[in-house]
């Protein structure tokens, strides 16, 4: 027989009252009805719940207000944690981020959301530009996360931070010992950089500042992925461009300020708002004020 959550209070109630008057009192409800429930209740079970004069239970009734305990219980969980769940206090986001944002980004963004939410497990993966966008696409991941990331079609992007680049040279370069330069002080260098294919948004942004102030450069690209294996060191020199939070994450090598204002490096964030969960709201706003402060 089905049993409403209704019932079970009244049950509760009549048990911690000790009495059906105290226990209508308190379920601001008249008692005659209230009395009227329940014998209707223990008909259909065909177990008595209660003594009578004076109101106690009977040994199946206290069986029953241990359970009907336990049921509330879980019934006011269970609406806790889906009002929780429905503003982004609950849950889960897949987190898709560029090698770049792996340094210091990321691990920001999971501070913040273990401190602040801790009820929300992001689970990241680590992917290039050309990746990620078709993780955003397939719906494998929630939010991305990176520099110049690439934004499909439907999809939101928006900036979280603007960061200026710096040149960065072998510690034993001729330039090493500066710390300012100018691209014309780079002239005849070459400029070492990740393979296009991985990354094409970001690196024709940062080839687009690069060039912006009329200086050319041959570009060699690392036939190896990664930050580590630009070969700063190689005999014929070179430098490579970085935003300046990357950089300063980047050991035994040295970095320069640029005489010139290039256009900024944007850190983004790129979700697509119709599929985008309360959790992944969550997330975005948490990482836009922790990259704030």
């Known amino acids: 027989m089905p049993v409403d959550l209704r019932l079970l209070r009244y049950v509760v109630a009549i048990a911690d009252e000790g009495s059906f008057q105290a226990a209508a009192l308190r379920l601001h409800i008249a008692q005659p009805p209230l009395s009227r429930q329940i014998r209707d209740l223990e008909r259909e079970l065909g177990v008595a719940l209660f003594h009578r004069r004076p109101t106690r239970l009977t040994e199946p009734g206290r069986t029953f207000v241990d359970l009907a305990r336990r049921l509330l219980s879980d019934a006011e969980q269970l609406l806790d944690r889906t009002r ?43 992917l290039w530009g050309r990746d990620l966008e078709a993780a955003l696409r397939a719906g494998d991941l929630d939010v991305g996360l990176g ?36 691209l014309a002080d780079l002239r005849g260098e070459t400029f070492r950089f990740m393979p296009r294919a991985l990354a094409p948004t970001y690196y024709d942004a940062v080839l687009a500042a690069l060039h912006s102030t009329g200086e050319t450069f041959a570009i060699w690209e690392s036939p190896t992925p990664g930050l580590r294996s630009l070969r700063l060191r190689e005999p014929d020199g070179g430098f490579t461009l970085l935003p300046k939070p990357v950089a300063d994450r980047l050991a035994d090598v040295r970095q320069l300020s640029l005489t010139e204002a290039l256009p900024p490096c944007e850190l983004q964030a790129v979700w697509s708002p119709p599929d985008a969960g309360p959790a992944a709201q969550v997330l975005i706003s948490t990482v836009r004020e922790a990259l704030a402060a």
């Open 84 to 126: 929780q769940a429905a503003a982004g206090e609950l849950g889960t986001v897949r987190v898709g981020y560029t090698v770049s944002a792996a340094y210091d980004d990321m691990p920001a963004a999971l501070s913040a959301m273990r401190e602040h939410h801790p009820g929300v497990e992001v689970v990241g993966t680590e």
């Open 147 to 182: 520099r110049f990331l690439p934004c499909p079609d439907g999809f939101q992007r928006e900036v979280l931070r603007y960061e200026p680049y710096v040149v960065v040279l072998a510690t034993d370069h001729p330039l090493a010992r500066h710390r300012r330069t100018s």
